[in-house]
């Protein structure tokens, strides 16, 4: 009994908690797969005793992990396995976030899905968890890289700024917004004011990323020579 509730505050600090930014991925990438185990404490800086003290059901931790388990084996039943979960747990972020993933990964995978469908999906995901009080910032720029990898740069941007405004601190969302506003609006003033953010974070959260010292030089040699053309 005492593990079966260890284990479910675990999951209650994994749903509730957005999971930091690793510095050693590509930041142009999704984070992980989240999982039982996975105790990152918030990006939002938010002391974990101000979560509400929900302990998930037995039956939403059983479905969570059997959906988790079938990832690499069979990613469908996964899928169809957070759905349950959802049903049986509708304020379960860690069950949204891990279905959307693997909605993403099953698109860079297969060139020919059909991208409508796949939007009305995400959308319809990102609208029911929000209707349950969940406001994702992990899950909005996860729907924000895929909308970018479609060439959808305004819808992008959107959902970059719908992360941020869920949580100002989340390291991927700073990095990405800048980066989109970088290289693909072409935004170059508002794109240093992303880099500096995500610079003042890595700090804050005493994290490192070797690349944002070129990052901002490049930006602001740039924006010099912008300048000068004028």
């Not at 003290?53 to 037995?58: D, V």
């Not at 049903?87 to 279905?99: F, G, S, V, W």
């Not at 890595?202 to 912008?226: E, G, M, P």
Request: hydrophobic residues 40%.
């Amino acid at each position: 009994m005492i593990m079966q509730n260890h284990r479910n505050i675990i999951l209650l600090l994994l749903a509730m908690l957005a999971v930091s930014c690793s510095t050693t991925q590509n930041i142009n990438q999704p984070e992980e797969l989240v999982s039982t185990s996975d105790t990152t404490s918030t990006t939002t800086l938010i002391p974990a005793n101000t979560v509400p003290a929900k302990i998930w059901s037995q039956r939403s931790v059983a479905s969570f992990e059997r959906a988790y388990a079938l990832i690499k084996t069979n990613p469908k039943e996964a899928m169809n396995g957070f759905r349950n979960t959802i049903k049986i747990e509708p304020e379960m972020e860690a069950a949204y976030y891990n279905l959307l993933r693997l909605i993403y990964d099953e698109t860079q995978l297969d060139n020919s899905t059909d991208n409508k469908s796949i939007n009305l999906t995400i959308n319809t995901l990102i609208e029911t968890a929000a209707n349950n009080n969940i406001h994702s910032a992990r899950m909005l720029t996860l729907a924000a890289t895929y909308q970018r990898t479609q060439g959808h740069f305004k819808n992008a941007e959107l959902l970059n700024s719908k992360a941020l405004l869920a949580d100002p601190y989340h390291l991927a969302s700073l990095a990405n917004m800048a980066i989109l506003q970088d290289l693909y609006l072409h935004n170059l003033d508002a794109a240093l004011e992303y880099y500096e953010q995500y610079e003042l974070q890595l700090t804050a959260q005493d994290k490192s990323d070797d690349r944002v010292n070129n990052w901002l030089a490049d930006i602001k040699q740039r924006i010099k020579k912008q300048s000068e053309d004028h």
